[in-house]
């Protein structure tokens, strides 16, 4: 198995080849300090920041959605990454790579990894990822 940062990369499912949608969230890493007595503020701009996002599959039969939940258990909460697929990626090259064409690596947000089931064995699936750095 391959690693990327001494995490073991998991191979994302190939079906459906991409997710119903993407919401994407930037986060800077900045402390604000405030004076209890002035009111006065002060920043500590550390210069870094890191992506995440909820990503919506489409809804799937029973034997597509066995892989994606085979996916969100292998990932082992946090201590697994994974990459989407270049077509995904160069679909969404502003937020999915870190420069236009190198894929992000990415983890799940917490160690849950949910789906849901409805009525005639229709699957669902969304989970929350920050990028792995």
């Known amino acids: 198995m391959s690693t990327y940062l001494g995490w073991n990369v998991v191979t994302i499912p190939s079906t459906p080849s ?15 300090s405030t004076n209890p007595f002035t009111g006065q503020q002060q920043i500590q701009d550390w210069n870094a920041n890191f992506m995440e996002s909820s990503v919506s ?28 697929g270049s077509a ?24 849950q990894g949910k789906w849901a089931i409805h009525l ?6 969304t989970f929350e990822i920050r990028e792995a750095l």
């Open 18 to 32: 991409s997710p119903a949608g993407f919401e994407f969230a930037f986060n800077s890493i900045v402390a604000t």
């Open 57 to 84: 599959l489409p809804n799937m039969d029973k034997a597509t959605a066995v892989d994606w939940v085979r996916f969100l258990k292998d990932l082992k909460g946090t201590a697994g990454v994974f990459q989407f």
């Open 88 to 111: 995904v990626c160069a679909a969404f090259p502003e937020s999915l790579t870190t420069n236009g064409t190198t894929p992000r690596y990415w983890r799940l947000k917490t160690n």
């Open 120 to 125: 005639a064995q229709i699957y669902s699936i």
